[in-house]
């Protein structure tokens, strides 16, 4: 609102106003400002061997080069200066470690996820005066596709209920789900878990993974109003489990890797299993059935031999609509759908090989004068460009194709709608406190993960293994698997997209230790 003149009061209210407004908005800055510079502080503290991936095949010279080169070797108010110096510049102090020829491959801004940061940045707007009004607003603003007719005989809302949160819980994070389950397909079909040998022990280790954090849960919450979130504590978040083990290179058997990638897999199939029997509404048994006819519809398709994305991708937004209104968990009809999506190419390699010959000569026949390549190359090239897309499965190349927008899109906008607990009372940064109305979610999330996760696989990995059904990963020793069920008590996404659909204190409790553990 903009006003000239007015009397002295009037002057003086906007004066007023505007110092005000001031003082909150430097407040926020100057706790950012602080909050910042004390992680900065914190992480600056790791030995130097984090800053490299291959540390122990470094010279002494190149290490020192990489020290010098991210600055490592100044005073850390330097090192501050620099970091702000680059922030107010737009750059974290990550781009120029690519023009580089030391093997440095990675510093802090790019060893922290990108969803982690943003779940700080989420908690930062959802608690500062001056942003979290806003923060609030626009994730229950209603974001729905309206028909509306003057004489209102036409009314017409889809989804009905749906704002941005909703949006990003039950519509984005379908899109992750689907991914996960094209995953989870290719490793039962042709990875980790196709046979009963090898699946028998990563399977049981995500089995007393979830079952022993849900345990421990529970002593602490049992009887209370907290008792529903004996979920949170349960999963394991697949990217921060095996990047970390991956920053420790040749150093952990590869067979170990594969364990963990298993483990993780067969974690995520019991977390939705989880998701859809305990935490989905009043079940709308029409709704579930036709999406089930649909469904079923969809698999006699894949079995006559259909291999066209269309034929798949619009039942599947149906199937989502179904699910959405039936009370099921809206996700899980990501995960049905995509085991139904079809693995086989549709061309053979042999009728691969024959077109892409028969079309490389037509493409080399119409050679020209004019620039490579002409009307009639490109149109060749076209061709190609088809049966090789068309020669690869359907599910390996939505995978693929999926990957990033998973990575660096769904994920960040997930962990910045949902990270952002208002801590409305310092009793929330309290996780040990016990009540018996509400019990310690704190202390239950905290500990199912910390201590729960870790002792679950460990010790369901040591009994399949004792009594013969399952061998211990080659090349692996037991202090090593017992680091590996350590890392599984990393929780991020999973936990979170259970706690969103238990009640809101649970869920911002629950949310926030979750937060926490996964630094």
């Known amino acids: 609102t903009t006003v000239r003149g007015g009397t002295t009061n009037e002057r003086g209210v906007r004066t007023d106003m505007l110092k005000y407004l001031a003082k909150r908005i430097g407040r926020s800055i100057l706790t950012l400002f602080i909050i910042v510079t004390l992680v900065f502080c914190l992480l600056r503290l790791m030995p130097v061997e984090g800053y490299f991936t291959n540390y122990d095949k470094l010279t002494a010279a190149q290490v020192q080069a990489g020290i010098a080169q991210l600055g490592l070797d100044k005073p850390l108010p330097v090192q501050l200066a620099r970091f702000y110096r680059d922030a107010l510049r737009g750059d974290l102090g990550v781009s120029h470690i690519y023009r580089t020829n030391v093997p440095v491959t990675t510093i802090l801004a790019e060893k922290t996820p990108v969803s982690l940061k943003l779940g700080i940045a989420a908690m930062l707007l959802a608690n500062l005066p001056a942003t979290k009004l806003y923060y ?10 309206m028909v509306h007719s003057p004489d209102g005989v036409i009314d017409w809302i889809f989804p009905r209920g749906m704002t941005v949160e909703k949006f990003i819980n039950d519509g984005l994070m379908v899109i992750f789900f689907f991914a996960v389950g094209l995953e989870i397909k290719r490793e039962i079909v042709c990875g980790q878990l196709s046979s009963a040998r090898r699946a028998i022990l990563p399977v049981l280790a995500a089995a007393g993974g979830m079952l022993v954090p849900a ?50 897999v067969a974690d995520d199939l019991g977390a939705i299993l989880v998701i859809a029997l305990f935490y989905g509404g009043k079940v709308q048994i029409t709704c579930l059935l036709v999406a089930l006819v649909i469904m079923l519809g969809v698999y006699f398709m894949k079995q006559m031999g259909e291999k066209r994305m269309f034929s798949y991708l619009v039942p599947a937004f149906v199937v989502w609509g179904l699910f959405y209104y039936s009370g099921v968990h809206s996700t899980i009809s990501g995960v049905a759908m995509a085991l139904l999506i079809p693995m086989e190419p549709r ?69 910045l709608a949902n990270a952002g607990v208002e801590i409305t009372s310092l009793e929330y940064l309290n996780i040990f406190h016990y009540s018996p109305e509400i019990g310690s979610i704190g202390m239950g999330v905290f500990f199912g993960l910390v201590l729960g996760k870790p002792l679950g696989i460990f010790l369901a990995s040591w009994g399949a293994v004792r009594t013969g059904l399952a061998e211990l990963p080659e090349g692996a020793t037991w202090r090593m698997l017992l680091a590996v069920a350590c890392l599984g008590g990393i929780g991020f996404t999973m936990p979170l997209v259970v706690s969103v659909n238990t009640s809101s204190r649970i869920a911002s409790i629950g949310g926030l230790v979750t937060w926490a553990n996964s630094w």
């Open 136 to 145: 609030h607003h626009l994730l229950e603003t209603d974001l729905s596709l």
């Open 215 to 264: 345990i421990f849960f529970t002593a602490f919450n049992h009887g209370t109003m907290a008792a529903n979130g004996w979920g949170i504590p349960t999963a394991t978040d697949i990217a921060f489990a095996i990047g970390i083990l991956s920053m420790l290179g040749n150093r952990v058997p590869v067979s170990l890797k594969i364990f963990l990638t298993a483990l993780a």
């Open 347 to 415: 061309y053979s390699k042999e009728y691969f090989a024959h077109k892409m010959r028969w079309l490389n000569a037509l493409m080399l026949r119409a050679a020209s004068h004019e620039d490579f390549p002409n009307e009639e190359q490109r149109f060749y090239l076209r061709r190609m460009h088809d049966l090789s897309s068309n020669s690869v499965g359907m599910s390996y190349r939505l995978e693929h194709g999926l990957a990033p927008y998973v990575t660096f899109l769904i994920m960040p906008v997930f962990a």
